[in-house]
């Protein structure tokens, strides 16, 4: 069975003008009718540099707790990185078909990792107008370099470089977000597996749409890991849930997006909201990014920090181990 990728679909589209009905969603998440339109909505930005270490607490504790979502400036990652990223990512996509699909997910396998096509089709059996590649990154023992790309020849080491730059951007974030939760600077990050956390990065691919006003990337959700760390290519698409309605976020170049996944709002008791989100596509133009989800291991169990809740204070989310969680998730139990 061959799995048909958005890409392809994408280029038979672009002739015909129109798109799979598939592709077209139900009014109600149409983002023609359903967006804001004529506002970016400028999400609070975190100084990383910012020798004021209280105030920094404060920004980041802000807004955790009111969007859920922050774009990190001045973090130390050179911009020359994050473009060798997202020009080594960039051409992976653009290789022959069949160059691609030598690190496909296999059939039949349960695993994240690989180059794919979310296959589940979601509620009202709609599509996303999207292809992606995932792989884990850090620690080096959860690495599997089958599902990294061999071409270009510069994308291991470019993804080795830009994973270890990250890492103490990532210690410092949860560093300040423990100690918006008055916890010790390790305690968050403990909290989700402390060294054995994991680095996965998704690519996400989405090709020019003849109809992005009916279609939707990515479609609603929040993720599931503890933080993940986007980075965007020059493409507006990212959308943000506030306030009851769809916006999208403002771009600040080279800041990393920042979202507060579904593990820290269980660490933290609901204190920290996870953000709400989703990515819509462009008439002419692809759009790519890059979020890193930070991961606790499979069988690490998370639930609220003992120090967080009370009897004023009960624990609002239940304590069990990762896996059973994405179980959940994926297949739409309740948690
Ligand atoms: C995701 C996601 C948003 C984007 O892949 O989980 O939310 O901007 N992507 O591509
Ligand atoms: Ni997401």
Redesign the pocket.
């Known amino acids: 069975m061959e799995v048909e990728r958005v890409q392809e679909i994408a280029s038979l589209s672009s002739l015909k003008g129109t798109i799979p009905s598939a592709f077209i969603r139900l009014e109600n998440e149409q983002p023609a009718i359903t967006t804001i339109h004529g506002v970016l909505l400028e999400v609070p930005v975190i100084d990383l540099s910012n020798p004021d270490h209280q105030s920094l607490v404060a920004s980041i504790s802000e807004a955790s707790q009111n969007w859920g979502i922050f774009q990190v400036v001045n973090h130390g990652i050179p911009s020359e990185l994050i473009s060798k990223l997202q020009k080594d990512g960039k051409e992976f996509f653009e290789l022959p078909q069949e160059e691609k699909e030598k690190i496909a997910k296999p059939i039949g396998y349960e695993g994240v990792e690989g180059y794919g096509t979310k296959l589940q089709k979601e509620i009202e059996g709609k599509k996303g107008w999207v292809d992606h590649l995932f792989h884990r990154v850090w620690p080096p023992s959860a690495i599997n370099y089958h599902f990294w790309p061999k071409n270009p020849p510069s994308y291991r080491d470019t993804n080795e470089k830009y994973a270890q730059s990250l890492i103490p951007v990532a210690d410092k974030l949860f560093g300040l977000l423990s100690r918006g939760l008055g916890l010790e600077d390790g305690e968050l990050k403990q909290g989700l597996g402390g060294e054995e956390l994991t680095y996965i990065l998704?690519i996400?691919y989405y090709p020019p749409c003849p109809c992005p006003e009916l279609a939707l990337?990515?479609a609603p959700?929040t993720?599931m890991s503890s933080l993940?760390i986007?980075v965007?290519n020059e493409v507006q698409?990212?959308q943000v849930f506030k306030d009851d309605h769809w916006y999208d976020v403002a771009y600040i170049p080279n800041a990393l997006i920042v979202h507060i996944g579904d593990q820290i709002e269980i660490l933290s008791n609901g204190k920290y909201k996870s953000v709400f989100?989703r990515?819509t596509v462009n008439k002419d133009k692809t759009r790519m990014?890059w979020?890193m989800f930070l991961e606790p291991p499979p069988e690490f169990e998370v639930g609220p920090m003992p120090k967080l809740t009370s009897e004023e204070n009960p624990p609002k989310y239940k304590t069990k181990k990762f896996k059973d969680y994405v179980y959940c998730k994926l297949n739409k139990l309740p948690q």
Do not use: A, C, E, I
Request: glycine share 14%; net charge neutral; charged share 15%.
């Open positions: 998704k996400n990337g990515v959700h993720d993940t986007l965007p698409g990212l989100h990515s990014s979020p």
